[in-house]
T-cell receptor, first 118, second 111 residues
Framework: GAGVSQSPSNKVTEKGKDVELRCDPISGHTALYWYRQRLGQGLEFLIYFQGNSAPDKSGLPSDRFSAERTGESVSTLTIQRTQQEDSAVYLC????????????????FGPGTRLTVL | QKEVEQNSGPLSVPEGAIASLNCTYSDRGSQSFFWYRQYSGKSPELIMSIYSNGDKEDGRFTAQLNKASQYVSLLIRDSQPSDSATYLCAVKVLGTYKYIFGTGTRLKVLA
């Protein structure tokens, strides 16, 4: 079956421009996460969507970052007025709840979008 | 203080040896722990999860959890060059669906 897909795979932009990154989760996965991974670093949580509940936006680094998700489908992460420090790989993961374990999910990651801000 | 800490490595082991990867976490209430493998330029993939103190084995992989000491480890037996990757430890934040990842340990298995 199809996994998590992300587009574009690479994005080069100029400082100050807006960018939009897209994530298509695995069908039927109710939860979706966005992470940022800088070169040689671990994953930095950005935002989490669960069904129709209010998203957990606590990881968004500034108000230049926003994300949307329509129902349990596609999500877009938008970065306005990009800065060089936004250069990173942006990873999306969708998840399914593990049976018998309250609140625990297994995350499946997409291939990521490599963003380079010049 | 980082919430999830890992030695960045690289950890080099000869082929066939046991690789031992360690992770410590700061939230004493954490109950769910995960190990992900990430090949260079690729996305992370889940290899082990553990929720109870003790050992959990899956093939060549064994996860060990010690909640009293707040550490979780991953042992890879009979290490292969194909195991060379970065191993990320992740801890679920209690009461949320948020996961905190460590910076990862780079493992090199030498042929």
């Amino acid at each position: 079956g199809a996994g998590v897909s992300q587009s574009p795979s690479n994005k080069v932009t100029e400082k100050g421009k807006d960018v939009e990154l897209r994530c298509d989760p695995i069908s039927g996965h109710t939860a979706l996460y966005w992470y940022r991974q800088r070169l040689g670093q671990g994953l930095e949580f950005l935002i989490y969507f669960q069904g129709n509940s209010a998203p957990d936006k606590s990881g968004l680094p500034s108000d230049r970052f926003s994300a949307e998700r329509t129902g349990e489908s596609v999500s877009t992460l938008t970065i306005q007025r990009t800065q060089q420090e936004d250069s990173a790989v942006y990873l999306c993961a969708s998840s399914v709840r593990l049976p018998g374990l309250a609140g625990v999910v297994e995350q499946f990651f997409g291939p990521g979008t490599r963003l380079t801000v010049l | 203080q980082k919430e999830v800490e890992q030695n960045s490595g690289p950890l080099s082991v000869p082929e066939g040896a046991i690789a031992s990867l360690n992770c410590t976490y700061s939230d004493r209430g954490s109950q769910s722990f995960f190990w992900y493998r990430q090949y260079s330029g690729k996305s992370p993939e889940l290899i082990m999860s553990i929720y109870s103190n003790g050992d959990k084995e899956d093939g060549r992989f064994t996860a060990q959890l010690n909640k009293a000491s707040q550490y979780v480890s991953l042992l890879i037996r009979d290490s292969q060059p194909s195991d060379s990757a970065t191993y990320l430890c992740a801890v679920k934040v209690l009461g949320t669906y948020k996961y905190i990842f460590g910076t990862g340990t780079r493992l090199k298995v030498l042929a």
